[in-house]
């Protein structure tokens, strides 16, 4: 059985919110870190790997990464990098005003995504400068209203994240993107307890249907795809970096039975639960 020594959680943060130059001083290159807050990763350059889950993710020049809380990350030891990271909570944001809310739903809700961008020149010198601000303000002495200044400088840097993101995205203000919105709220907070849609499409007072019709206008997916999505996501996690048997993973997941859990990742994955956690042991990830 693997060990999950090598996994810490991430500490608590002060007011949920942290900005950090990094340069000579990477966290987690020994371990791998649970998130309990969002991240976002702004590297002006960088070389060597970062681990996100399941995936790895080549490291070279400008570009950003958008992780979300729950999901585990790492850098590889000999990894080189500079820029920022920027962590926050859900209490934090909410000083954020209201309006920058679709760009929050749009960058972090969906965790499956591991989003990866790659800004145009103008697009990183714009971020840069605003998270060289915002670092700034985060290292002032403590002031009435602080931070109510940095939450707003970080709708801004949100508002550009998203542009990249989205850039021609017709339904970013729409009342359809508005349920989409919400959707992936519950999802991300219901989905160990909720797998089909019709418990959503009652919780938002709509059909099945129409909720369905929604997500593939959003994102090109069925609300059926993004559930199961977000399930795989956290099965991944826990068979590659806990030592919690399948069957303890099925029920922390509300299956029925072991069965069930294992012929539902199966036929998602094309892999059984057992083989995906041996692929992972075989490597060397999470053994001692």
Same mark, same amino acid.
């Given at each position: 059985?693997?060990?999950?020594s090598?996994i810490? %959680?991430?500490?608590?943060?002060d007011?949920?919110f942290s900005?950090?130059?990094?340069?000579?001083?990477?966290p *987690? %290159?020994q371990s791998f !870190?649970?998130?309990s807050?969002?991240?976002i990763?702004?590297?002006?350059?960088g070389?060597g790997?970062l681990? !996100? &889950?399941n995936?790895?993710?080549?490291m070279?020049?400008?570009e950003?990464f958008?992780? =979300?809380k729950?999901?585990i990350y790492? /850098?590889e030891? &000999?990894?080189?990098v500079?820029?920022f990271?920027?962590?926050?909570g859900d209490?934090?944001?909410?000083?954020?005003?209201?309006?920058?809310?679709n760009c929050?739903? !749009?960058l972090?809700n969906n =965790?499956?995504?591991n989003?990866?961008?790659?800004p145009?020149?103008?697009e990183a010198?714009?971020?840069l400068?605003?998270c060289k601000?915002?670092l700034m303000?985060?290292e %002032?002495?403590?002031?009435l209203n602080?931070?109510d200044?940095m939450a707003a400088?970080?709708?801004?840097?949100?508002i550009?994240l998203?542009?990249?993101?989205l !850039?021609e995205?017709e339904t970013f203000?729409?009342? &359809?993107?508005?349920v989409y919105?919400? /959707?992936?709220?519950?999802?991300s907070n219901?989905y160990?307890? /909720?797998h =089909?849609?019709?418990?959503?499409? &009652?919780?938002?007072?709509i %059909?099945?249907?129409k909720l369905?019709?929604?997500?593939?206008?959003c994102t090109?997916?069925?609300?059926?795809e993004?559930?199961n999505?977000q399930?795989?996501a956290?099965?991944?996690?826990?068979?590659?970096?806990?030592?919690?048997?399948?069957?303890d993973?099925? *029920?922390?997941?509300?299956f029925g039975?072991?069965?069930q859990f294992?012929h539902?990742?199966?036929?998602?994955? =094309?892999?059984?639960?057992?083989?995906?956690?041996?692929k *992972?042991?075989?490597?060397?990830v999470g053994?001692t």
């Amino acid at each position: 059985m693997k060990s999950v020594s090598n996994i810490e %959680t991430e500490p608590i943060i002060d007011h949920s919110f942290s900005v950090k130059r990094l340069d000579k001083y990477i966290p *987690y %290159t020994q371990s791998f !870190v649970r998130l309990s807050y969002h991240r976002i990763l702004i590297l002006e350059k960088g070389r060597g790997f970062l681990l !996100v &889950d399941n995936e790895s993710f080549e490291m070279s020049g400008c570009e950003f990464f958008l992780l =979300a809380k729950g999901q585990i990350y790492q /850098f590889e030891e &000999d990894s080189e990098v500079t820029g920022f990271s920027i962590s926050f909570g859900d209490c934090f944001w909410e000083k954020a005003p209201s309006s920058a809310s679709n760009c929050k739903a !749009v960058l972090f809700n969906n =965790a499956t995504a591991n989003q990866h961008l790659k800004p145009s020149v103008t697009e990183a010198e714009e971020i840069l400068l605003l998270c060289k601000n915002l670092l700034m303000e985060y290292e %002032t002495p403590p002031y009435l209203n602080q931070m109510d200044v940095m939450a707003a400088y970080l709708k801004i840097i949100m508002i550009k994240l998203a542009n990249i993101k989205l !850039v021609e995205e017709e339904t970013f203000d729409s009342q &359809d993107y508005v349920v989409y919105r919400k /959707f992936m709220e519950l999802l991300s907070n219901q989905y160990q307890s /909720f797998h =089909a849609v019709n418990n959503y499409a &009652d919780l938002l007072n709509i %059909t099945s249907r129409k909720l369905s019709e929604i997500c593939k206008r959003c994102t090109h997916k069925n609300a059926k795809e993004l559930i199961n999505g977000q399930i795989i996501a956290e099965a991944r996690r826990l068979l590659q970096f806990s030592s919690y048997s399948v069957k303890d993973i099925a *029920y922390q997941l509300n299956f029925g039975t072991p069965e069930q859990f294992s012929h539902f990742f199966k036929k998602n994955t =094309a892999i059984s639960p057992a083989a995906y956690r041996s692929k *992972y042991m075989n490597i060397g990830v999470g053994i001692t």
